[in-house]
């Protein structure tokens, strides 16, 4: 037997169908048939389809010959995860829990594209295993983040920017906080996504590594409530205040 994922009805093998990664019973199929449009088939001869969603605009990639849907949208099927609503309640988010696990997979796409923002590249696409219904995001089997060259148009599989990291920073999506590491394309990117940078401190990147580890087993996850004390200056002491300077305006 196996469960579709969507609205946990279990069902013979033979009777669901992958998708995304996960299973689906043939009516989840049904309702999501037409959501994804497919926006660049193979760009660059590269073996990925890039596809946007109709109902949210959230683009995902996916092997060729997979089948995808939206990262982010559940739908009128879906039922709540348990291991999401309590991250929800963890982030202490009010909306209903649809409300609260779109809010959070939407974060975590946005979180995992931030990574890939470098200069003359413009981010496409991302693919996060488990989303949109399940917590379980550690798992790293993805069809990979791609990207566009803004001078050549070549389409490519995109690595984590480097640069120094030498930025420890707090930035707010909605009503959550997310603290990290990185350098000012890092910074910039959550801010183009939609972040608002609550305090960013400069340091030696040895400084900085130490000190966002310490944030890390202080509050074990990047993403905390609103009202959770993320304190950068308490493990960051001679941290310089460069806030200003990644505030947009
Ligand atoms: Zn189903
Ligand atoms: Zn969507």
Known sequence: ????????????????TEVAWCA????????VSDQMKLVHDRPGGAAVQIYRCGWCGVARSCGVGWRTRCQVCLDDRSVPDP????IARRLELDGTWRE??????ATTV???????FQPGWTVLATDVHG????????LTKSHGTWGRNAETGEVAL?????????????????KVLKFGRGNSHRVAAHVELGAV????LTASSQEVVVARDRLKRLHRTEMVSMRTPVDLFAVLPDGQDVTDRCTPG
């Not at 291991?83 to 309590?86: H, I, L």
């Not at 946005?110 to 890939?116: M, Q, V």
């Open 1 to 16: 037997m196996k469960q579709c994922i969507n609205c946990m009805t279990r069902l013979p093998r033979k009777e669901v």
């Open 158 to 174: 995109l690595r984590h920017s480097r640069g120094e990291e030498n930025l420890l920073y707090l930035v707010r999506y909605g």
């Open 83 to 86: 291991a999401v609503q309590k």
């Open 100 to 105: 609260n696990s779109e809010f959070i997979a």
């Open 110 to 116: 946005k979180i995992r594209l931030a990574k890939y």
């Open 24 to 31: 689906l019973c043939a009516p989840c199929l049904r309702v």
């Open 131 to 138: 989303l949109p219904w399940t917590g379980f995001r550690w």
């Open 197 to 200: 940078p609550v305090l960013v």
